[in-house]
């Protein structure tokens, strides 16, 4: 089922069909009904349970303790690796259950909050990462870069009501993970252990990139959080999916045809379309030349102009399993900036099981 879809997307984009994108959401995500939730500001603290101890090898598994006060008598629960996975297949089916938004599927912007709240990551300082969850709080919640992610944010405050032992920081990032999996991506592991901070842990505004800049940007952001030339351009691929608006960043559109479903069609369409300036009153963007309706950013641009950067775009572009393999390794990472892991646990990541498994 999962290739099929894939195969099926590849070839409409390879063959020109330009209704591609509209038929994605069918393939990924199954109609379902309607919730609205809201989230803002964080009512849902977790005042009952309180986070006490990072991981705990017992009984051979990794585990979370936390404890519940029930009447002054704390409860000790311990999560497992069955738990999160509990958690997973929330966030999953509330995905393909709510496919009326955007281009059918709220799994693109779970992509971005998760990595808008790693992307903040400063190796001088070790600040910022996603470890802390203080996008819940301004101004961080107000920085510009972080238009729009309040719809990620509210689509996960009902899971975080039902496993109300799990931190907005973990969650926020299993979102990410499971949107990856469930739009088809390679399945990224993952190691809990984040705890969320108060309002005193924000970042401050500019550590995201700005679209509007060129590779000498791209370097030094990416550079700060730790990453070279080729995680930059395998990072990027993540566009693939989703899409711009203009009430958040400004700029208009999808980069590709089929935005709910994760391939390597970034790279091919940056390299095979002809690109020109759109001629508009928003900011400066690319359109593709034969049907207008695909955009890149001038961020996305450079990677094929830069000498460094476009052999890495040729390679992903020829090879859908190399972009996956190097993908899932990259945002791995991202993923887990700024986190104080328990010693010990760099081997103990899980690996989720998606709902198109076999
Ligand atoms: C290379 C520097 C990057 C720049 C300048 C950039 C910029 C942007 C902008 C301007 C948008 C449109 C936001 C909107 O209007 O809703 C966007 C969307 C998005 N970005 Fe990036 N981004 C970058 C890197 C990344 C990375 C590293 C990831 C993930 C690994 C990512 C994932 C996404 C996703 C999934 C969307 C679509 C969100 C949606 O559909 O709501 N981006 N990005």
Not at 21 to 49: H, I, L, M
Request: hydrophobic share 35%; proline share 5%; charged share 25%.
């Amino acid at each position: 089922m999962a290739s099929a879809a894939r195969q099926f997307l590849r070839t409409a984009t390879r063959t020109g069909t330009r209704n591609a994108f509209a038929v994605a959401p069918r393939v990924a995500f199954r109609q379902g009904g309607r919730r609205a939730y809201s989230s803002e500001p964080t009512k849902s603290s977790n005042s009952t349970w309180l986070w006490v101890a990072g991981i705990a090898a017992i009984g051979g598994g990794a585990g979370y303790l936390y404890t519940q006060q029930s009447g002054g008598v704390p409860k000790v629960f311990k999560a497992t690796q069955k738990d999160y996975q509990a958690v997973y297949n929330e966030i999953a089916s509330r995905l393909e259950e709510k496919d009326d938004y955007d281009d059918g599927s709220f799994g693109p912007v779970l992509v971005r909050l998760a990595w808008h709240a790693s992307g903040t990551y400063d190796k001088e300082t070790g600040t910022g990462g996603s470890n802390g969850a203080t996008m819940r709080f301004a101004p961080e919640s107000d920085h510009g870069a972080n238009a729009g992610l309040k719809n990620a944010r509210d689509f996960l405050e009902p899971v975080k009501q039902k496993f109300p032992w799990i931190t907005y920081s973990d969650l926020w990032i299993l979102g990410g993970v499971c949107a990856i999996q469930e739009m088809l991506g390679p399945k990224i592991p993952y190691r809990p252990g984040r705890s969320d901070k108060d309002v005193s842990g924000c970042t401050p505004d500019g550590r995201l990139p700005d679209a509007s800049q060129a590779q000498d940007h791209l370097r030094a952001i990416f550079g700060r959080m730790g990453f070279n030339d080729q995680e930059i351009v395998a990072l990027s691929g993540a566009h693939a999916l989703g899409r711009c608006h203009t009430d958040r960043s400004g700029y208009s559109g999808p980069w590709t045809f089929s935005p709910t479903v994760l391939t390597n069609d970034y790279y091919r369409l940056l390299l095979d379309e002809k690109w020109q300036w759109k001629k508009w009153d928003g900011p400066k963007q690319y359109e593709d030349k034969t049907t207008k309706s695909l955009m890149m950013l001038p961020t996305d641009y450079a990677l094929i102009q830069d000498k460094q950067f476009r052999p890495w775009v040729e390679k992903y572009a020829k090879d859908n399993d190399l972009f996956f393999e190097d993908f899932k390794n990259v945002v791995l990472r991202l993923f887990e900036l700024g986190v104080p892991f328990a010693e010990g646990t760099e081997n103990q990541r899980w690996v989720f099981k998606s709902s198109n498994d076999e």
